[in-house]
């Protein structure tokens, strides 16, 4: 159970005397209550009073500058207390910490264990559920890369339950063997455990052992004259050794991450290498946020705190920096992991070259990120300009609306900051309960939700706000911030010119009777169409899932007394749901176990939910 201590003396050097000699977790505040800095250490009262000595650096001695208050948090041990540091630095954001923006959860391979007829599937989210969780995968692409060639080993199933419960014939996959055909009883549950089992072991990265049971069986099989499931087996065993060849480490096996941070003009990045069963599955870049005398082996250590707090963390890393606190990191890391993990910067032969690599990619990408970086702040000087503000926008959001013809609305909002897109910020609205096609209503609604969490202080304010419209949705948004108190924040509108062209948007600000027309090489209106095709992108794509998945769910699944068996039984009756909704009520009521009142459910479900369908 940890401790909280606040003191509010005034002399910086009387809170020493309120701070005790424990391990813990130390917060520096300024003059409003802001954090300044969150940090940990094994004696606390040592600690902090090293600000208040001979300060090495200039970056700590602004920090003391600002300092008017110290909150501290003991804790039970020191690797109790790095655990805390880096939760409350994800969570507060301290402008003098080295600050790692992760806006993307990672995505993982789904294995549906519960299932008598396992699924394999893409998944990105809380790994609470049902199930198991391989990953995580450094990208969307491993990860279907990864499901493709499981394909092509083990024909375990990848659709949807929904199809995988309403098929009635065989589909394209198992056509071409790549699946087993679970849905019409085309194989045996013990079968499929042998192909689960398989791929299992694949994913687990005992490649080698899923080799030696497919020769077995493919012996098996050839003993009992079975030559064409040995011909399936041996190809497998073909294919599963191709794979090994192209993906494997040269000369590594078993589980690591090869973590690589390089510093260039002020900036830092650090590369991760991902090999898992000694595949490397590819590599993903970072930029953490970081004072500008922040040395490589402080930013390593805090990144791999931050990093790995609610990551699975293989055995071995390799770095090309020893970290701060290199034995703390692998105590709490082994810890929390269940096995030892250690942690290398001094390695040779095939890893060092492995090393050297991931040191190139994170210089290239700096190289990138910095030519980047200027052209996007020269773009925010430009757009300072062009509407006239005082400063460039720390902070924009802008808002767009999708809808087929008034069907399945839905409302974006996008939030860019100093350094581009911050999507971990991006949300989304379903609209409900307005006339279909009023976007002014839309509008409403998405701003009312999302302005009176800003104004409970769960998002901060945006210094900009964009709407994708003219004159009339720029009037609705100023009619929701009024009710809501908010005053002072610029609007700005973005309609398509008279051509409806792109590259003639006309902006429209709230007080004004005429348009700003910017020219189309302004670097000003490139950045405010990058924003809208953001929003544009962001709110299409989900109204098309949004639509699609009203339009895929079965009509049958939401009526009562209508089980799996049941729903089954008359698709194959009717061919599917096509067929079945196109039954009459006496049609329906002839099957097995299905009553007159049932059948008059199910004909009303489909002319009511999708008409047409």
Known sequence: MSVDQKTDASDLRLLLKGIPENPG????????????YVGKAKNLKRRVGSYFGHVPTRRIQRMVSLIVDIEVTVTRTEAEALLLESNLIKALQPRF????RDDKSYPYIHLTTQDEFPRLAFYRGSRKGEGRFFGPYPSAGAVRETLQLLQKLFPVRQCEDSVFRHRSRPCLQYQIKRCGGPCVGLIGAADYAEDVASTVKFLEGRADE???????????????????RAAILRDRIATLRQIQQRQYVHGEGGDL????????????CVQVFFIRGGRNLGNRGFFPQAPEDTDLATVMSCFLAQFYTDKNVPPELILNVEPDDRDLLEQVFSERAGHRVQIK??????????????RGNAEVA??????????????????????????????????????TQGERTVASCVVFDGEGPRKSDYRRFNIED??????????????????????????????LLFIDGGRGQLGAVAQVLRELGIEGLPLVGISKGPDRKPGTEQLWLLGRGVPV?????????HLIEQIRDEAHRFAITGHRQRRAKARTTSSLEGIRGIGPKRRQELLKQFGGLRGLARARVEDIAGVDGISRQLAQQIYDAFHQEIPGY
Not at 97 to 100: E, G, I, R
Not at 345 to 358: D, I
Not at 446 to 456: E, G, H
Request: hydrophobic residues 45%.
């Open 210 to 228: 899923v080799v030696s049971d497919l020769v077995a069986a493919m012996e098996r099989a050839a003993a009992a004259l079975e030559f064409e």
């Open 345 to 358: 910067s001094k390695v040779r032969t095939e890893r060092a070259r492995w090393l050297e690599m991931a």
């Open 434 to 463: 307005i006339t279909p096609g009023d976007d002014y209503a839309a509008l409403s609604q998405a701003l009312t939700r999302r302005y009176t969490r800003i104004k409970d202080g769960e998002y901060p304010l945006p210094d």
């Open 366 to 403: 700096l190289k990138s990120r910095l030519s980047s970086r200027a052209g996007y702040a020269r773009r925010l000087d430009a757009l300072r300009d062009a509407l006239e503000l005082e400063t460039p926008p720390a902070r924009m959001e802008c808002f767009d609306i999708s809808h």
């Open 257 to 268: 991450d090869i973590v690589a941070c390089a510093l260039e003009g002020g900036l830092h």
């Open 25 to 36: 977790v130390y917060r520096m505040l300024d003059a409003i209550g802001t954090v300044l």
């Open 97 to 100: 910490n080295v600050l790692l």
């Open 517 to 525: 027309i910017l020219p189309s090489h302004s670097p000003a209106m």
